[in-house]
């Protein structure tokens, strides 16, 4: 018989698997973040066309098709809307609940002419143009084009506002809702699938942006990257798991048919307070999930999870299975 236990083989493969699909996923988003950077406009110009390199910043939905831009550039932000239909596209800041509160600016192209407002929402689900409430505009330069990819429109306003229909664009991160329509006017209602929310902190960004860092990739992290780490993770979490049965197993080859002692109410209140946390991280992943944070967050929360999952299962295997099981177990070349 191989002096290695048959259990460490499979755990070998695990650990081998885990470590390929990680490594390939770190060699995906390291060529990705090595890929040529567009070099950077030195000023935006307010014509209704994103070039390449005039913003710093995109945020893109890719369920509807929106895309916004923008760019600090000392006392001003600037911002490009861009909808993939040619009716009106808009933005909102700001917003406490749905659309209320929201400094909201809304737009759209009609004979070459580009007509914005800017207006505050007075309810979660209503907005009036804040001269009819008798506030001032804050809006600089705009200009629009409709294009074959449909409507773009960027305009610029200040960083800092006094207004009470206004937001300031501070260093945190803030509410922020979009949408579009099919019309050209600002009252046609925008219908399902064509909206959305999400919140930057535009200031943090311009300073991830720059960096080259972990924090970065993760932020940019794609779909079946997400899949192929969550995989691998488990891949890992079973070879730390069948490393950690083995090695309690000892050097057993025969079956001994021992009943282990009473374990005591220590390891049972343990495996419980566990099992209990486990479950809380399970459920604050599906949280966040539905609350737009960071892969990063989400991904610490699941790897975290997995670990407390492992150290339940050594737990139980330590002070819980018989040494007949074991040895069953061993038979069966499983590594637990």
């Known amino acids: 018989m191989s002096s290695e236990k048959p259990g460490r083989k499979v755990a070998w493969w695990f650990l081998f698997v885990g470590?390929?699909?990680?490594?390939?996923?770190?060699?995906?988003?390291?060529?990705?973040?090595?890929?040529?950077?567009?070099?950077?406009l030195n000023a935006v110009k307010i014509d209704g066309n994103v070039q390449p390199g005039e913003y710093t910043h995109h945020f893109f939905d890719k369920k509807n098709g929106y895309n916004l831009y923008w760019r600090i550039k000392g006392k001003k932000i600037y911002f490009a809307m861009h909808s993939p239909k040619k009716g009106w596209v808009a933005v909102g800041l700001g917003a406490k609940k749905a659309m209320l509160n929201a400094d909201i600016y809304i737009s759209y192209v009609k004979n070459s002419k580009t007509y914005i407002s800017e207006e505050f929402g007075n309810t979660p689900f209503s907005h009036v143009p804040i001269k009819n409430m008798g506030g001032k505009p804050i809006?600089?330069?705009?200009?629009?084009?409709?294009?074959?990819?449909?409507?773009?429109?960027?305009?610029?306003?200040?960083?800092?506002?006094?207004?009470k229909f206004a937001k300031s664009i501070e260093n945190k991160p803030m509410n922020v809702i979009y949408a579009y329509?099919?019309?050209?006017?600002?009252?046609?209602?925008h219908g399902a699938g064509s909206?959305?929310?999400?919140?930057?902190?535009?200031?943090?960004?311009?300073?991830?942006?720059?960096?080259k860092g972990l924090g970065m990739w993760v932020d940019d992290v794609k779909s079946y990257q997400i899949a192929l780490i969550i995989w691998g993770v488990l891949f890992l979490m079973a070879s730390f798991i069948a490393f950690v049965t083995t090695s309690i197993e000892g050097d057993t080859t025969q079956p001994?048919?021992?009943?282990?002692?009473?374990?005591?109410?220590?390891?049972?209140?343990?495996?419980?307070?566990?099992?209990?946390?486990?479950?809380?991280l399970v459920v604050a992943f599906i949280v966040e999930l539905f609350s737009k944070t960071t892969p990063t967050v989400r991904g610490l929360i699941m790897s975290l999870a997995f670990f407390v999952l492992a150290v339940i299962t050594a737990l139980y295997r330590r002070y819980y299975i018989d040494e007949n099981v074991t040895m069953h177990e061993m038979d069966d070349e499983l590594p637990w």
Not at 144 to 162: Q, W
Not at 181 to 189: C, E, G, M, R
Not at 262 to 277: C, D, K, Y
């Open 181 to 189: 329509s099919t019309a050209a006017d600002f009252t046609t209602y």
């Open 139 to 163: 809006i600089g330069k705009y200009a629009g084009k409709i294009t074959p990819k449909g409507i773009y429109v960027e305009f610029e306003r200040p960083l800092k506002v006094s207004s």
């Open 256 to 280: 001994v048919y021992e009943k282990k002692n009473n374990a005591g109410n220590g390891p049972f209140i343990a495996i419980v307070f566990l099992s209990l946390f486990d479950i809380f």
């Open 195 to 211: 909206r959305g929310q999400t919140k930057i902190n535009f200031m943090a960004s311009l300073k991830g942006k720059k960096s």
């Open 19 to 40: 470590i390929f699909i990680i490594t390939l996923v770190a060699v995906d988003m390291v060529s990705e973040n090595a890929k040529p950077q567009v070099k950077l």
